[in-house]
């Protein structure tokens, strides 16, 4: 038992290793993109904390979830909290899950470039939105009466730049527009319905997305119309910029991460840089292709044969 404990510990540490070797690598060459994502989330909570000094408490909207879902109160607003960060730790921990298992599918690199392009540009949408009209909150801090509805003027720009984290990210008012707990959730789910190898969860991350959407307006941290119009954006968004990106190298068959191979001039065997690529991708080459160039190399190699030859005889 010791030593078969033992012997698997070695495997792990082991593969544990190579991955981060080749997740080392993949950083090397995407560490900008990662950076200006993360940059991001600081910009947008800046945005979030100066929409606040413009909020206004007023009368809470009419809304049509207001009606049909009773209000959690208070004490329970702590729900949605607690399945938005459910949700945010396993998809963090999922995309993490190739420095364990030996079965994989992604680069966790290559993964969170695209989920940082996602986020980016729904919150960039999001700000435009909730800059453009802000709306009475219907959270309770918001409500008229609250001392944190209102915030008064910065007394210095560091007041603003420092954004009261995290008491300010958590009781801020007038970000409505729509709901930034959508964008992370409808972003990851997305996302391991693309890339995620388990239909069950698959389905049960459609479910808990639901869910939180219900949960969300319940708790009045938003209006209905903050989380249904950040279901439609935010598919929408991942949509058409996940068309622009190249698909992710599958790592089903359990291939390695892909070889910098020398895509400038051709090798030995006549491989030109759209072949390569071709490899990289996963796609095989066309056979016709392969034969002409067999053929090509092959009259090549008799036609310098029978020139080597005649300077022999002529010597």
């Known amino acids: 038992m010791t030593l078969y404990i033992g012997r698997e510990a070695s495997k792990l540490w082991k593969r544990i290793c190579s991955e981060t070797t080749t997740e080392i690598n993949l950083l090397a060459g995407n560490w900008r993109y990662i950076l200006a ?3 991001f989330q600081y910009i947008h909570g800046l945005a979030a904390r100066g929409v606040h000094y413009l909020h206004r408490p007023g009368p809470t909207l009419q809304d049509v979830g207001f009606y049909i879902l009773p209000e ?7 729900i949605s909290e607690s399945v938005f960060t459910c949700i945010f730790l396993s998809f963090f921990a999922w995309t993490f899950h190739p420095f364990i298992f030996k079965t994989k599918k992604i680069y966790t690199v290559l993964v969170w470039c695209r989920v940082l392009a996602f986020l980016v540009a729904s919150q960039i949408l999001r700000i435009i939105t909730f800059y453009s009209t802000q709306l009475p909150g219907p959270n309770y801090h918001c409500r008229e009466g609250s001392k944190l509805a209102r915030l008064p003027p910065p007394q210095s720009p560091f007041e603003v ?25 409808l972003v990851f789910v997305l996302t391991y319905q693309k890339y995620g190898s388990r ?6 991350a459609w479910l808990v997305a639901v869910i939180q959407s219900l949960l969300i307006v319940a708790s009045r941290k938003h ?7 950040a279901w439609y954006t935010v598919n929408l968004v991942v949509f058409f910029i996940d068309k622009k990106f190249p698909e992710l190298p599958d790592r089903t068959g359990g291939g390695m991460a892909p ?5 400038s001039v051709k090798d030995k065997d006549g ?17 016709a292709d392969w034969r002409l160039r067999t053929q090509v190399n092959g009259k090549d190699l008799e036609d310098g044969n029978n020139l080597q030859d005649n300077a022999k005889n002529g010597a």
């Open 72 to 78: 959690l109160g208070q004490d329970k607003a702590y």
């Open 223 to 229: 209006y209905t119309v903050d989380v249904v119009v």
């Open 161 to 185: 730049l420092l954004i009261n984290f995290p008491r300010g990210v958590l009781y801020g008012c007038g970000d409505l527009i729509f709901s930034s707990h959508m964008i992370f959730t």
């Open 271 to 287: 491989w030109n840089k759209e072949e390569n690529h071709k490899l990289l991708n996963g796609n095989s080459v066309d056979p």
């Open 199 to 204: 239909r069950f969860i698959k389905q049960v």
């Open 37 to 39: 994502g993360l940059i």
């Open 259 to 263: 070889m910098l191979l020398p895509l």
